[in-house]
């Protein structure tokens, strides 16, 4: 692909994907990386273009670059609640930087507006389905699936300096736990 059929590409295409990420995610930011990423992906794969095909094959790689940044935000996120540190594993160091993590995610929580926040839980504590909780609220399943891309936006905006910690401690913790395993 050159680069005026790639420029062509993006100036025709861009704004749609865009919206199309807005649309499901209702943050601009998101938005605009995931968008940037898709025509990214195009770029480095040098994909042949179909133009009877084109705009369902970006959506494609959109809704798929979303997908799999949510699931990212979700596994981060759920860590905290599921995780308990094996004191046989763990160093001080360790469980200081887990009580650090979980002292900035319920920070995060607690400074997170209630109606996202009351998504978010039931979400993630009680494991209700998005209808199940627009039928308890009485709100449409748009509703809860904005009020849950908002929390996880505030979270991940309120831990971002954090998650790079978390992603260590969880590789160190693995590592500490494969050792300890060999030696016995």
């Known amino acids: 692909m050159k680069k005026e059929e790639f420029g062509t590409l993006f100036n025709s295409y861009f704004e749609d994907v865009r919206r199309y990420i807005l649309y499901r995610s209702g943050n601009e930011e998101i938005a ?19 133009p009877k095909t084109v705009k369902g094959l970006l959506f494609k790689i959109a809704g798929d670059l979303f997908i799999s940044q949510y699931r990212k935000e979700v596994i981060a996120f759920n860590f905290f609640n599921t995780f308990q540190p094996n004191n046989k594993s763990t160093t001080p160091e360790d469980e200081l ?20 926040r009351t998504v978010f839980l039931m979400n993630r504590i009680d494991e209700l389905k998005y209808k199940e909780i627009a039928e308890q609220l009485e ?9 849950m891309s908002q929390a996880l936006e505030h979270l991940k905006s ?18 500490n736990r494969i050792k300890s395993e060999k030696q016995k």
């Open 139 to 147: 709100l449409s399943v748009k509703a809860i699936e904005k009020r």
């Open 158 to 175: 309120n831990l971002k300096d954090k998650i790079s910690g978390l992603i260590l401690f969880v590789m160190g913790f693995r590592l």
């Open 32 to 50: 605009d990386d995931i968008a940037q990423e898709t025509f990214l992906r195009i770029w480095e794969k040098q994909l042949t273009i179909d």
């Open 97 to 116: 930087n887990f009580q650090e993590l979980k002292e900035a995610y319920e920070a995060a929580l607690k400074s997170m507006p209630e109606k996202q």
